[in-house]
């Protein structure tokens, strides 16, 4: 399962970001690790962006991006 799949209002575990180089780093760089735990508060109404909570602050994330992080249901 891809964040870009997580429904609003769940919490999900980062098990794996695919991609590799600047790309993955870029997205580690946003808080977003293997082991993390995600809480998913909104997507908009088209699906771009998706609102999370990393680590105590507020992110948005592209769907694209979103759909390079593979999670599990904490």
Known sequence: MTLREAKTG?????????????????????????????FVRKVAPLGDPVELTVRGYELSVRRDDAECVEIALA
């Not at 180089?21 to 760089?29: L, V």
Request: charged share 20%; glycine share 18%.
């Open 10 to 38: 769940t919490t999900v575990v980062v098990t794996g970001i695919k991609g590799s180089g600047a790309y993955k780093r870029r997205i580690m760089d946003m808080g977003i690790t293997k082991g993390s735990t995600l």
